[in-house]
């Protein structure tokens, strides 16, 4: 029995800001703080000083959250018998739902000026949803492309 993979995807979710782009921003950003910090602090105001120092931890902050929610990602295979869907959350716990393609139902909702806005693989009482958090475009091309997939299985 040929059980090769029909379509098989890697989704992660997109970042526009790369490693040189943070580097540049976080100079920036701690120039000037230091420089608040400093003419604060030569002028006695010291709770802008602290302030200020506090916008700093709370930008990084949630740069390394950004980052950290970065690392999830989700594969998707489906062959003939299987479709599998892994999914490796930013804290690293993999998930692993399979599902026979033959009595599987693929779910989109749509926003009128959005486009998709959900994406629920359902079947044998089971449901998970899938690209979560792609951008609308990556959104519609997975979904067009793994419609496809499924239709090239079930006429098979």
Do not use: C
Request: hydrophobic share 45%; proline share 4%.
């Amino acid at each position: 029995m040929n059980d090769e993979p029909v379509f098989e995807a890697t989704l992660t979710p997109y970042r526009s800001l790369g490693r040189t782009g943070f580097t540049v921003v976080m100079i920036l950003a701690g120039g000037v703080t230091l420089t608040q910090i400093v003419i604060f602090a030569a002028a006695r105001a010291w709770p802008v000083v602290g302030f200020a120092g506090l916008d700093m931890v709370l930008l990084v902050g949630a740069f390394w959250l950004s980052y950290r929610s970065g690392r999830a990602s989700e594969y998707v295979q489906v062959s003939r018998t299987n479709l599998i869907i892994r999914k490796l959350a930013p804290s690293g716990r993999a998930t692993e739902v399979r599902f026979n393609p033959f009595w599987t139902r693929f779910d989109i909702s749509r926003h009128e000026e959005i486009g998709i806005t959900g994406m629920l693989v359902s079947g044998q009482g089971r449901q998970t949803e899938i690209g979560s958090f792609l951008n609308p475009l990556d959104k519609e091309s997975f979904a067009s492309a793994f419609q496809r997939a499924l239709a090239t299985v079930k006429r098979r």
